[in-house]
C-alpha cells in the first residue's frame, strides 16, 4: 500500500501562487510515474502534471504549460506542484495519484492507469 498525503491548498487572488505537495509513505515505486489531478465542480476529473520518479521527465496538460510546474524531492518522497499566474478556472480539488509504470506524454493522462490516490486538496482562485 502507498499512502499520500496532499498538503498547500488555499484561498488566492488571481494571479497569485500556491504550492502544493504530495508527501508518499509505505511502498513507493522507483520506476513508477507520480501525478496531479484536478477536479472542479460537476467536471470530470482531468490531468494536470506527471512526473517519472526515476527520470524526472515531467509533462503538462496544455491549460497549465507555462503555469504550473512539478517537481520531486527523492529523498522526501514528496513531489511539489508550484503553480504560478492562477487563474478562476484553475479552482478545484487537487488530488495527487500514483502509479508503479512507467509513462510518457499523453499516456500519462488516463487517471485509470494509477493506483493510488490522496484525499485532494482545494485550491479557490478569486477573481
Known amino acids: 500500500q502507498v499512502q499520500l498525503v496532499e498538503s498547500g491548498g488555499g484561498l488566492v487572488q488571481a494571479g497569485g501562487s500556491l504550492r502544493l505537495s504530495c508527501a508518499a509513505s509505505g511502498r513507493t515505486f522507483s520506476s513508477g510515474t507520480m501525478a496531479w489531478f484536478r477536479q472542479a465542480p460537476g467536471k470530470e476529473r482531468e490531468f494536470v502534471a506527471a512526473?517519472?520518479?526515476?527520470?524526472?521527465?515531467?509533462y503538462y496538460a496544455d491549460s497549465v504549460k507555462g503555469r504550473f510546474t512539478i517537481a520531486r524531492s527523492i529523498a522526501k518522497n514528496t513531489v511539489y506542484l508550484q503553480m504560478n499566474n492562477l487563474k478562476p478556472e484553475d479552482t478545484a480539488v487537487y488530488y495527487c495519484?500514483?502509479?508503479?509504470?512507467?509513462?510518457?506524454?499523453?499516456?500519462?493522462?488516463?487517471?485509470?492507469?494509477?493506483?493510488?490516490w490522496g484525499q485532494g486538496t482545494q485550491v479557490t482562485v478569486s477573481s
Open positions: 495519484a500514483v502509479t508503479p509504470l512507467y509513462c510518457s506524454g499523453s499516456g500519462c493522462y488516463d487517471r485509470d492507469l494509477y493506483r493510488f
Open positions: 512526473i517519472n520518479w526515476n527520470s524526472g521527465s515531467t
